[in-house]
């Protein structure tokens, strides 16, 4: 059987119940160590000051509250021994309320309370009652020097303790379980910060078109004329070799011996 991870007792008004605590979800996860390639040898960590670069050593490393940008209240052990809350083996029951007043996803880690001793009776009793009426019990309990808030609740034939989030704002899942919408409606529905941010970058766009286009236009022009000046050059060329072929097949004909005639 599992280790206990902690001991001590169920408690409202004059009842008390011993009970123990096991874990009640079986975490497998992969461990990688960190190897360097070269030798497979462990890597491990320095603790450095982060303005001078130099090792620091456990003697002269003291834990502060950074309340603003590079700026800390330093806490000593003193500070550390009067915040602790005051240890117990009790899981003090505050109150009894129906189950479905409690929304899932206030709760945290599922454990298990088993009875040790002479409690069974009385477990067995605050069990029953819990399944019966509906309800559950929202209780307090410091494990360590970490105060918790629980709820103890029937599973079965045993009773769960589940740590319990404290009452916060959460966000809602609507905007996320809304059905997808047209890309009309997207574009309909951008913000007017978005909007600006868009047309701006647009305008800068069409700013560099404008920009890029003066800047080649010249260019464009001379390969243009250059063009239509190569066109004329090759049409005189074209009709000087025709003159010259023609002036030729002329002077061929009048020189041309008489016996050829």
Known sequence: MARSLWKGAISFGLVNVPVELFPAEERKEFEFSMLDKRDLSPVGYKRYSKKSGKEVSWNDIVKGYEYDKDRYVVLTEEDFRRANVKATRTIDIKAFVPAKEIPAQYFET????????????????????????????????????????????????????????????????????????????????????????????????????????????????????????????????????????????????????????
């Not at 003066?214 to 239509?228: G, H, I, M, V």
């Open 110 to 261: 599922p454990y298990y309370l088993v009875p040790s001793g002479r409690g069974e009776k009385v477990y067995a009793l605050l069990r029953e009652t819990l399944k019966q009426s509906g309800r559950v019990a929202v209780a307090q309990v410091v494990i360590r020097t970490t105060q918790h808030l629980a709820v103890v609740a029937p599973i079965g034939r045993a009773l769960s303790r589940r740590r319990s989030r404290a009452a916060r704002p959460s966000k809602s899942p609507s905007r996320k379980a809304r059905k997808p919408r047209s890309r009309a409606r997207r574009r309909s529905s951008i913000s007017p910060r978005c909007s600006s941010k868009v047309s701006t970058r647009a305008r800068r766009g069409e700013r560099l078109r404008r920009g890029v286009a003066r800047r080649l236009r010249p260019a464009s022009r001379r390969f243009a004329s250059s063009r239509r000046a190569d066109r004329r050059k090759l049409r005189r060329n074209a009709s000087g070799r025709e003159s010259v072929a023609d002036e030729a097949a002329s002077v061929g004909y009048n020189n041309a011996p008489a016996t050829l005639s």
